[in-house]
């Protein structure tokens, strides 16, 4: 990507002025394999943190709306920077799928954020299911992260150690949610002790 260095370093920079700090970078397996990447969702500022701490492109389902630079300059940047792909919030359909697929067999980063959306708060809320369900049908290894940003901390990113899902049998319906579990713990662990995390299936909590 000719356009991600150039990024890479000017959102460095940028970076330094909010004090964003790196843990966990001997945790990076080698930069061709294939990743899927998991993380909570603290600030929009997360998706950039983070392909700052890997050092490579890692790229994000970002809505529609992040593509026009008259919804946001900031965001528009970030995503053609960073190659993000455009996702309809409300109907994703199956070509997201087939993206992350593409993405993923061409030895590429995919991040997700399946708590959905932004929470400035110091929880791990519930996971949506759909990385656990990219994670099952691919075999993907998966790096969790945790992104961590409190008052009068600094900003960290929190690089955990890469892993696959066990062998998991059984319907989809049945899986997915085992598949979810695990992949929340691993990012749960990577957060402080004093964050609290919500009951699965309370939206919103």
């Known amino acids: 990507m000719i356009l991600f260095w150039p990024g890479w370093l000017i959102f460095r920079v940028i970076s330094l002025f909010y004090g964003l700090r790196f843990k966990g970078r001997e945790n990076l397996p080698s930069r061709g394999e294939p990743l899927l990447v998991v993380s909570n969702h603290n600030s929009r500022r997360d998706p950039v943190a983070i392909c700052l701490a890997l050092r490579r492109p890692v790229h994000y389902m970002?809505?529609?709306?992040?593509?026009?630079?008259?919804?946001?300059?900031?965001?528009?940047?970030?995503?053609?920077?960073?190659?993000?792909?455009?996702?309809?919030?409300?109907?994703?359909?199956?070509?997201?799928?087939?993206?992350?697929?593409?993405?993923?067999?061409?030895?590429?980063?995919?991040?997700?954020?399946?708590?959905?959306?932004?929470?400035?708060?110091?929880?791990?809320?519930?996971?949506?299911?759909?990385?656990?369900?990219?994670?099952?049908?691919?075999?993907?290894?998966?790096?969790?992260?945790?992104?961590?940003?409190?008052?009068?901390?600094?900003?960290?990113?929190?690089?955990?150690?890469?892993?696959?899902?066990?062998?998991?049998?059984?319907?989809?319906?049945?899986?997915i949610p085992k598949a979810n579990a695990i992949i929340r713990e691993k990012v749960a662990e990577l957060l402080p002790n004093h964050w609290e995390t919500a009951a699965e299936g309370v939206a919103g909590s």
């Open 62 to 175: 970002a809505k529609r709306e992040n593509f026009d630079p008259r919804n946001g300059l900031l965001e528009y940047l970030m995503v053609r920077l960073f190659g993000a792909f455009p996702v309809d919030r409300e109907h994703p359909g199956p070509e997201v799928i087939r993206t992350t697929e593409r993405l993923l067999t061409e030895g590429r980063c995919v991040g997700i954020f399946p708590e959905g959306t932004r929470h400035p708060d110091t929880r791990l809320h519930p996971f949506e299911p759909g990385a656990a369900y990219i994670a099952f049908r691919t075999g993907a290894t998966i790096l969790p992260v945790a992104v961590v940003e409190e008052e009068g901390a600094p900003y960290e990113v929190r690089i955990g150690k890469p892993f696959r899902l066990p062998p998991l049998h059984g319907r989809p319906r049945e899986v």
